[in-house]
């Protein structure tokens, strides 16, 4: 049998040379370099529960998408089909095209030391569980009397896999 390399000794540094620690990749939108520009604090809010509600400050050309990917991340993205709605529940308030900015849609802001605001509502409907996952089939086993309780048990199908 041959005898193996020594392991250890070809992975390591010189004690001089030091390596500087790296910077995690730090990714600035244009717009947030402008401050001229306009910007608006979302306060976001799920229509039926107020635990997953939230505060944003954007400029007000960011797009409905980007807010919709907020609240889905905001969600561990289990969520989908999204109604928002700016200031209240209402069908002329409902926010429609997601590519739209919120300028166009009738969000408006002022400088960023204003701090304007705008309340916006959401409802949503959670991806679906397929029912065979939750609940195994049960089908009926016809035997004998059993304990008095008839000839019918349930036992659960065999799993197909």
């Known amino acids: 049998m041959p005898k193996k390399g020594k392991k250890g000794k070809k992975g390591r540094k010189k004690k001089g040379a030091s390596r500087e ?10 717009e947030e370099l402008n401050e001229e520009d306009p910007w608006v604090t979302l306060n976001i809010h799920l229509i039926s529960w107020t635990f997953l509600d939230f505060t944003v400050e954007v400029p007000t050309s960011t797009r409905l998408h980007s807010v919709i990917e907020m609240v889905r991340k905001q969600h561990g993205y289990s ?3 999204f109604e928002m709605y700016k200031n209240s529940r209402q069908p002329e308030n409902e926010l429609r095209d997601p590519l739209r900015t919120l300028h166009e849609l009738g969000i408006q802001g002022g400088p960023r030391s204003a701090k304007v605001s ?7 409907k959670a991806n679906p ?10 089908k009926l086993k016809e035997e004998g009397p059993r304990f008095g309780l008839g000839s019918m048990h349930a036992y659960p199908s065999p799993s197909p896999h």
Do not use: M, T
């Open 21 to 30: 620690p790296e910077v995690p990749f730090e990714y600035a939108r244009p």
């Open 79 to 81: 969520v989908y089909h």
């Open 118 to 124: 705008c309340e916006i509502l959401y409802d949503f």
């Open 129 to 138: 569980i397929p029912q065979d996952l939750l609940v195994p089939e049960v």
